[in-house]
């Protein structure tokens, strides 16, 4: 597989990892029970029916959660850790047999790609929680289980769409981060002035 291909599996599962965890390895290892995705062998745990079963049982249960208003914004606290790192070890499974240094770059890739995704999402609930009515909440919640299975799905069988597909989501996510720390800033200006 090219390079272009191994960064479209690697970005886009950590991409979707920082969104929803529990679909992502779902999708890996549906993926790779039904043979559409090859996984090295260290990571064939993810085929197996206990992690299968457990990643689909988890995913319904943050499939209902993501749709009650503040229990979501509370779910996405307690998985600010587990996404990233879990981003890490789902890039670590595109590679195949690599050095312990392109390892560790990937992991490092992996999870920081999906702690930017986890952020972007965790801030979009938080505001969407502030308006006054639920359907925002929903409408947010089925885009995402949507993104989340459409892009496992390019990473599996188009993974250079995949590639590019990411490469736009993540431009478009630091645009808005630069975008809201401008915003901050001048705020934060404003702000001094009057204060003294």
């Given at each position: 597989m090219d390079l272009i291909a191994v960064l479209g599996r690697t970005l886009g599962f950590s991409l979707a990892a920082g969104v929803n965890i529990y679909a992502t390895v779902a999708v890996i290892g549906l993926a790779?029970?039904?043979?559409?995705?090859?996984?090295?062998?260290?990571?064939?745990?993810?085929?197996?029916?206990?992690?299968?079963?457990?990643?689909?049982?988890?995913?319904?249960?943050e499939f209902v959660a993501d749709k009650i208003p503040y229990v979501d914004s509370l779910w996405d606290v307690v998985h600010t850790a587990i996404r990233p790192i879990g981003g890490a070890l789902v890039a670590v499974t595109t590679l195949g047999e690599a050095s312990p240094t392109v390892i560790g770059l990937?992991?490092?890739?992996?999870?920081?790609?999906?702690?930017?995704s986890h952020l972007t999402k965790t801030s979009t609930r938080a505001l969407a929680n502030a308006s006054p009515e639920p359907l925002s909440n929903w409408i947010l919640s089925l885009l995402e289980d949507a993104f989340v299975v459409g892009l496992g799905y390019l990473a599996v069988q188009y993974p250079r769409a995949a590639f590019v597909v990411a490469v736009v989501v993540l431009v478009g996510i630091g645009v808005c981060a630069v975008t809201i720390l401008s915003l901050v800033r001048r705020w934060f200006a404003r702000r001094r002035p009057a204060a003294a």
């Open positions: 790779s029970r039904f043979g559409w995705m090859t996984l090295p062998p260290a990571y064939r745990a993810f085929d197996s029916d206990v992690v299968i079963g457990v990643a689909i049982t988890l995913y319904l249960i990937t992991a490092l890739l992996g999870g920081t790609v999906a702690a930017g």
